[in-house]
T-cell receptor, first 111, second 112 residues
Framework: NAGVTQTPKFRILKIGQSMTLQCAQDMNHNYMYWYRQDPGMGLKLIYYSVGAGITDKGEVPNGYNVSRSTTEYFPLRLELAAPSQTSVYFC??????????FGDGTRLSIL | SQKIEQNSEALNIQEGKTATLTCNYTNYSPAYLQWYRQDPGRGPVFLLLIRENEKEKRKERLKVTFDTTLKQSLFHITASQPADSATYLCALSSGSARQLTFGSGTQLTVLP
């Protein structure tokens, strides 16, 4: 049972490039989330989804897009990468009214 | 605006003592409060959840209290061990998908 799997683990981008952060869960959870964590800070919610085909903005959605075509996958898209998007990105999933399970993150640097 | 504060960025205690971490919040009506542990280079791991109508929750050496009048939660680790050294995150849950709002964390170091 893999839980929540995030790929890649590390990535360096140039300003203006785009990329997709992948997230997969094998627990059949309805809810999925994307957070970012800056050094010494707590996690901030970017986007979340309550099920396939349904997504909604969190606290810091600007510069990101998501899609959820299946229960298992919840990719996060960065368009026109900016230095302010240098961060660690965490994906999480949860069953209804249950605690969230987190992946181990993608460490992204934009230079 | 909503705000969550964890009382200190770092806490050092001696092995065997009880560690107490504090989480305060303002302008928030959470459905429930959760505590997570985060080790370097890893994602947060769930520890305990306490609902707004509960005062205290225990799990082995861990205890959480939740005072909605004071808008405060206390997280205790009794008989602390060096293996308990980590960053502990407080998170408030609300919304249709129980989205989490996190504090910035307290880095606990248990000294042998």
């Amino acid at each position: 049972n893999a839980g929540v799997t995030q790929t890649p683990k590390f990535r360096i981008l140039k300003i203006g490039q785009s990329m997709t952060l992948q997230c997969a869960q094998d627990m059949n959870h309805n809810y999925m989330y994307w957070y970012r964590q800056d050094p010494g800070m707590g996690l901030k919610l970017i986007y979340y989804s309550v099920g396939a085909g349904i997504t909604d903005k969190g606290e810091v959605p600007n510069g990101y897009n998501v899609s959820r075509s299946t229960t298992e996958y919840f990719p996060l898209r960065l368009e026109l990468a900016a230095p302010s998007q240098t961060s660690v990105y965490f994906c999480a999933s949860a069953a209804v009214n249950q605690p969230q399970h987190f992946g181990d993150g993608t460490r992204l640097s934009i230079l | 605006s909503q705000k969550i504060e964890q009382n200190s960025e770092a806490l050092n205690i001696q092995e065997g003592k009880t560690a107490t971490l504090t989480c305060n919040y303002t302008n928030y009506s959470p459905a429930y409060l959760q505590w997570y542990r985060q080790d370097p280079g890893r994602g947060p791991v769930f520890l305990l959840l306490i609902r707004e109508n509960e005062k205290e929750k225990r799990k082995e050496r861990l205890k959480v209290t939740f005072d909605t009048t004071l808008k405060q939660s206390l997280f205790h680790i009794t008989a602390s061990q060096p293996a308990d050294s980590a960053t502990y995150l407080c998170a408030l849950s609300s919304g249709s998908a129980r989205q989490l709002t996190f504090g910035s964390g307290t880095q606990l170091t248990v000294l042998p």
